[in-house]
Nanobody, 122 residues
Framework: QVQLVESGGGLVQAGGSLRLSCAAS????????MGWFRQAPGKEREFVAG????????DYADSLRGRFTISRDNAKKTVSLQMNSLKPEDTAVYYC???????????????WGQGTQVTVSS
């Protein structure tokens, strides 16, 4: 079955950076829009960023635009999320997800990874 495996999470001090990666397998990766979501303790899962099949179109949560950058490598079947100037409120489990259609900020994605924990200390 389709697998999405996130990596790169960890503990970082406020102001630091992390780069998350998501490796896809058993999927026609270049046919899928990819998204990153996050869920903090006690909060609903929220959209972080999305990238279309070719990588030519991206979208971000308004509050994260300018600090986070999504990218993809279709040859390697990976999608990445570069996170800079991290804040304690960025602490959450980060998930990658895949869908066949255009980017959406809703959680209407077909496939989901298991998530990777990001903790930002103050």
């Amino acid at each position: 079955q389709v697998q999405l495996v996130e990596s790169g999470g960890g503990l970082v001090q406020a102001g630091g950076s992390l780069r998350l990666s998501c490796a896809a397998s058993r999927i026609s990766f270049s046919s899928y829009t990819m998204g990153w979501f996050r869920q903090a303790p006690g909060k609903e899962r929220e959209f972080v960023a999305g990238i279309n099949q070719s990588g030519g179109s991206t979208d971000y949560a308004d509050s994260l635009r300018g600090r986070f950058t999504i990218s993809r490598d279709n040859a390697k079947k990976t999608v990445s999320l570069q996170m800079n100037s991290l804040k304690p409120e960025d602490t959450a489990v980060y998930y990658c997800a895949a869908r066949l259609y255009m980017i959406t900020t809703t959680d209407d994605y077909k496939y989901w990874g298991q998530g990777t924990q990001v903790t930002v200390s103050s």
